[in-house]
């Protein structure tokens, strides 16, 4: 789920686990975020206690993980009224567990799972995540029961994020993005997308002001307030046939080709000959593509670059680490 800021995501998510007594983990990219939800000050579940009258409070439960607990008066001292009914976790901490008891957890909630413009990823997030799945989730399905629910949600930010790659939902999530589609599921894959493009709140948040300061069109106005990913730029997308050019260097899912009489390159997913060097998408391959054709991006910045389709514009942002 990706929208505008302020739509209601993390709100709705964590009163859904309320509601539906689902033992959840919270899931956050960095340590340094886990540690601001363990302080009640930023505790998430804030505005919810103000609305239900509720007192759901972070409590720390070692040095890695903390919990939230539904809390009472005693005495004039705020004590546990529960068992956990959810758990707080870096990313990195969580996909490096092992053997802990989680068969008790039904939901994992990553919040913010597209990184800021101005926050530097996670390193292998996607693969870090999918390794925290199986940790929490284990061989239940195996045994009958359901499998783990997990829900990732996210401001509009960078589509070149680390867990659309994983999943190679970067296509399905730009054509989304393009025809303003609210839904999608993926049923053979078990994947709902939902893009919230057309939220009421963002609307009504565009006439407040700090809006009107930063003015429509810029890039954070429209993440914000017109759901749009400030990386989907539609400019240099054009159809080329690959008869006019030779190929280069083929790196993850794409292959770029050389023009054979202009200084021009194309990107795309389709094949076409050999090229001179092949890399995977692995931290190491993509290290030495950058190495060697930094060039490339170069002459993507002097817009001698061109695209057969925004998933490859997006895939070239994201093997150069942009």
């Known amino acids: 789920m990706w929208g505008g800021r302020g739509t209601g995501k993390t709100y709705g998510i964590l009163k859904h686990t309320i509601d539906s007594e689902k033992k959840f983990v ?11 939800l363990r302080i009640p000050q930023f505790n998430p579940f804030k505005q919810i206690n103000a609305d239900t009258g509720l007192n ?16 009472k ?23 490096s567990l092992r053997g802990f008891g989680s068969a008790d957890i ?10 800021e413009k101005s926050e530097q990823p996670v390193k292998n997030a996607g693969f870090a995540l999918m390794n925290g799945y199986e940790t929490i989730n284990r061989n239940r399905e195996l045994k009958g029961e359901k499998p783990l629910q997990m829900i990732c949600a996210s401001n509009s930010e ?7 790659a994983e999943l190679g939902l970067i296509k399905k999530a730009s054509e989304m993005n393009e025809k303003r589609q609210e839904i999608c599921f993926l049923r053979d894959r078990g994947i ?9 709140i963002s609307q009504k948040k565009a006439d407040t002001a ?28 054009e159809y080329r046939p690959l008869t006019e050019y030779t190929p280069l260097v083929s790196v993850g899912e794409i292959t770029i080709y050389e023009h054979k009489s202009k200084e021009e390159l194309y990107v795309t997913k389709k094949k076409s000959g050999t090229p001179i060097d092949i890399y995977s998408n692995t931290e190491r391959h993509k290290t030495a593509f950058r190495r060697k054709y930094i060039w490339i991006w170069n002459m993507y910045l002097e817009d ?19």
């Open 26 to 36: 919270l899931l956050r990219s960095r340590r340094t975020q886990v540690d601001m």
């Open 56 to 71: 759901i409070q972070p409590a720390p439960i070692g040095k890695e993980f903390s919990a939230f607990y539904h809390m």
């Open 73 to 95: 008066l005693d005495e004039n001292k705020e004590v546990k009224a529960s068992d956990e009914i959810g758990y707080i976790s870096a990313l990195s901490t969580i996909g």
């Open 106 to 115: 039904e939901l994992l909630f990553y919040d913010e799972f597209i990184p």
């Open 158 to 164: 960078n589509i070149a994020c680390p867990v659309f």
């Open 192 to 200: 709902l997308l939902i893009n919230l493009c057309n939220s009421p």
């Open 210 to 237: 700090l809006y009107r300061m930063v003015g429509k069109g810029s890039d954070f106005y429209n993440m914000s307030i017109n759901n749009d990913f400030y990386s989907a730029d539609y400019s240099s997308i």
């Open 304 to 322: 001698l670059v061109k695209f057969s389709d925004m998933e490859s514009k997006i895939l070239l942002d994201f093997y150069f680490g942009k």
